[in-house]
């Protein structure tokens, strides 16, 4: 007779457990050190922006428009994306933006966004600098980037209390595409897609 171990520790690996909701949750929520949100899933939206179908590699796009917009300095009431998120804990994390390769359309060195959780002062990131993905070289890293359909930018930042916080995506050049964001609390393992969605509430 064959043994049925096999799929019991198959159905037991795909059951997953979770812990109760704070009960002041809004937006997606910290779990498993982590808060992962697809781009086109924001609370708020400020300046001009467009959702581009199917672009990412878990999801769609999002890109500030028009295409041909001057650089902006992030702050105040400049073109940026907003998405409500409850963290659990506090301290130092990380925020990794899932980008689509892409070409600089103005003469800058580089192409650029920048971040901020909360008031706190955004942080730009030149994405070409930071990966050395060089579109005009077409470098080793840019044909990874292009072959894996993503960009990863990280940058770090501190969260003074658990509770409801705004992770906020600002414009600086034209033609980033954001596909993912994901805010990690705790070292996260390697995932060539990137940690699921978390868990929303309305």
Same mark, same amino acid.
């Not at 770090?156 to 600002?170: A, E, N, S």
């Given at each position: 007779?064959? $043994?049925?171990?096999?799929?019991?520790?198959?159905?037991?690996? @795909? &059951?997953?457990? $979770?812990?109760?909701?704070?009960?002041?949750?809004?937006?997606?929520? =910290?779990?498993?050190?982590?808060?992962?949100?697809?781009a086109d899933h924001?609370?708020?939206?400020?300046?001009?922006?467009?959702?581009?179908?199917?672009?990412?590699?878990?999801?769609?796009?999002?890109?500030?428009? #028009?295409?041909?917009? #001057? $650089?902006?300095? #992030?702050?105040?009431?400049?073109? /940026?994306? =907003?998405? !409500?998120?409850?963290?659990? !804990?506090?301290?130092?994390?990380?925020?990794?933006?899932?980008?689509?390769?892409?070409?600089? +359309? @103005?003469? !800058? =060195?580089? @192409? /650029?966004?920048? +971040?901020?959780?909360?008031?706190?002062? #955004?942080?730009? %990131?030149?994405?070409?600098a930071a990966t050395? *993905?060089?579109?005009?070289?077409?470098? /080793?890293?840019?044909?990874?980037?292009?072959?894996?359909? &993503?960009?990863?930018? !990280?940058?770090?930042?501190? &969260?003074?209390?658990?509770?409801?916080?705004?992770?906020?995506?600002?414009?600086?050049?034209?033609?980033? %595409?954001?596909?993912? @964001?994901?805010? *990690?609390?705790?070292?996260?393992?390697?995932?060539?897609?990137?940690?699921?969605?978390?868990?929303? %509430?309305?």
């Amino acid at each position: 007779m064959r $043994s049925s171990t096999p799929t019991i520790l198959l159905i037991a690996a @795909l &059951v997953t457990t $979770s812990a109760p909701l704070p009960a002041a949750a809004r937006g997606f929520v =910290e779990a498993n050190g982590y808060v992962s949100i697809e781009a086109d899933h924001y609370s708020g939206a400020v300046g001009g922006w467009r959702v581009i179908p199917h672009i990412g590699r878990t999801g769609n796009g999002v890109t500030p428009v #028009p295409v041909a917009a #001057p $650089s902006q300095v #992030p702050g105040g009431g400049s073109p /940026r994306l =907003e998405y !409500t998120m409850t963290l659990t !804990t506090s301290g130092p994390v990380t925020v990794t933006a899932y980008l689509s390769p892409r070409n600089n +359309v @103005l003469p !800058t =060195e580089g @192409l /650029r966004y920048a +971040v901020s959780i909360d008031g706190e002062a #955004p942080q730009v %990131v030149n994405v070409t600098a930071a990966t050395g *993905a060089n579109d005009t070289t077409m470098n /080793r890293q840019w044909e990874r980037n292009t072959s894996d359909n &993503v960009n990863r930018t !990280t940058t770090t930042h501190t &969260v003074d209390r658990p509770g409801v916080h705004t992770l906020k995506l600002w414009m600086v050049d034209p033609t980033v %595409v954001v596909q993912k @964001l994901v805010v *990690a609390t705790a070292p996260l393992p390697y995932s060539y897609f990137g940690p699921p969605e978390s868990v929303r %509430v309305r």
